[in-house]
């Protein structure tokens, strides 16, 4: 188990994180979400024992991290860190080395991994004659290699297309399943509902939601309508200016609603009647997780730009 217990951390008068406190668990997935410059990867930074609080404490087990701990973890970092010039198997040797792995058990983990990810071809090839995206899967692998206990993964997604995407989300929901403790950071509000068992939002340093997903979009309420129909959208621009809704996705057929200030289900209707021939879904569900996102950080901060709050890895 990771815990993150009352962590602050200052460069200077600037307080990047503030009293923050939240647990990763074995078995279960944390999203950690934020605006940008929020301070998420200062908190990543001091989870895998790069950046050392202030004030507070992080604990892994039932010690304080430190080098010893970090041999039993797997930091992926937003910024990626292959070496350009190494062919892809002498690289995640060297990288299963630096974490104590025997070479004859290393080499059979490579091809394992590389041909579980599709990239055992790759493995004479070097790093700077790959795409991104295989580059990407490279670092994926270097990260899991000597099957740490806790996985910290910043941005695992990056440059990947969405089968390759898939494929690396099928690895983190085995590994959670296997009982890894793991700690993903991602501005992609679908792959947080995908894969995310907890969340933990934070905003200007501070947390501003923290808990089990399912718990935290009941404790929002049922305020958001799918709605599909056939005519003018020109309604959902009425909606909007009003102030009585937000609209999420949209299109000539299909809209998201989020509800505000109170308004009720049924205005609505009463706004969408006059310009739609036929609606063939009026559905009032829990709140997607971007809403979430943006109504909490509108609330500590006041009125925000969306773009201002899009979640994103800072």
Known sequence: MLSIEGVTKRYGDFTAVNDVSFTAQ???ILGLLGPNGAGKTTAIRMAAYITIPDEGQVMFGDAKVGPASQERMGYLPEERGLYKKMKVGEQLMYFAELKGMDRKVA??????????????????????????????????????????????????????????????QDVIMELKDGGRTILFASHRMEQVEQLCDDICLISRGEIVVNGALNEVKRRYGKNTILMDFEGNPAFLDTLEASGA???????????????????????VLEVAMPHVQ????????????????????????????????????A
């Open 245 to 267: 809704a937000r609209i999420g996705t949209r299109s000539t057929r299909h809209a998201e609603i989020n509800l505000l200030n109170g308004t009720r289900p049924k205005a």
């Open 26 to 28: 074995p078995g279960r």
């Open 278 to 313: 036929d609606i063939t879904r009026f559905e009032l569900v829990e709140p997607p997780m971007r809403e979430i996102f943006v109504r909490a950080v509108t609330e500590q901060q006041g009125h925000i730009d969306e773009a201002d709050a899009a979640p994103s890895i």
């Open 107 to 168: 080499r059979e983990k490579i091809k394992y991994w590389l041909e579980r990810v599709g990239a055992l071809d790759w493995v004479s090839k070097k790093t700077n004659e790959l795409s991104k995206g295989m580059q990407q899967k490279i670092q994926f692998v270097a990260t899991i290699l000597h099957e740490p206990e806790l996985l910290i993964l910043d941005e695992p997604f990056s440059g990947l297309d969405p089968i390759n995407a898939e494929l690396l």
